[in-house]
Nanobody, 121 residues
Framework: QVQLVESGGGLVQPGGSLRLSCVAS????????MDWYRQAPGKQRELVAA???????NYADSVKGRFTISRDNVKNTVYLQMNTLKPEDTAVYYC???????????????WGQGTQVTVSS
C-alpha cells in the first residue's frame, strides 16, 4: 500500500518558477531513487530529473541549469524546483519512486497521478 501524491502544478508565464512536491505514504521500509518525469501531448514520457538515496542527481539536457531536484528523506518527499520556465516545459509531471515495502524483500516502482504544468503568456 503505497501512494505518491504530486502538488504544485499550475499556469505560469515564460520565465516564471514553480516548485513541485511529491509525498510518498504507506507501509514504506525504504525509498531508493526518486524521479520526475513529464509527458506533453503527443510526446513520449521523458525523464526530467532523478535523485538517488544518497543525493546524486541527474537531469535531462533540456532542463539543466534551470531545474533542481531534491528530497527530504524524513518526510518521504521529493521536490522539483523549476526556474526560467519555457513553453516547451508544458506537460503533465509525474513523480516516480522505487520503494521497498515493510516485510518485503523486493522493491517496486510507483507512480503519482501527475500534476499539470502550463507555461504560457
Amino acid at each position: 500500500q503505497v501512494q505518491l501524491v504530486e502538488s504544485g502544478g499550475g499556469l505560469v508565464q515564460p520565465g516564471g518558477s514553480l516548485r513541485l512536491s511529491c509525498v510518498a505514504s504507506g507501509s514504506i521500509f525504504r525509498i531508493n531513487h526518486m524521479d520526475w518525469y513529464r509527458q506533453a501531448p503527443g510526446k513520449q514520457r521523458e525523464l526530467v530529473a532523478a535523485i538517488t538515496s544518497r543525493g546524486s542527481t541527474n537531469y535531462a539536457d533540456s532542463v539543466k541549469g534551470r531545474f533542481t531536484i531534491s528530497r527530504d528523506n524524513v518526510k518521504n518527499t521529493v521536490y522539483l524546483q523549476m526556474n526560467t520556465l519555457k513553453p516547451e516545459d508544458t506537460a503533465v509531471y509525474y513523480c516516480n519512486a522505487e520503494i521497498q515495502l515493510r516485510n518485503l524483500r523486493v522493491s517496486s516502482d510507483y507512480w503519482g497521478q501527475g500534476t499539470q504544468v502550463t507555461v504560457s503568456s
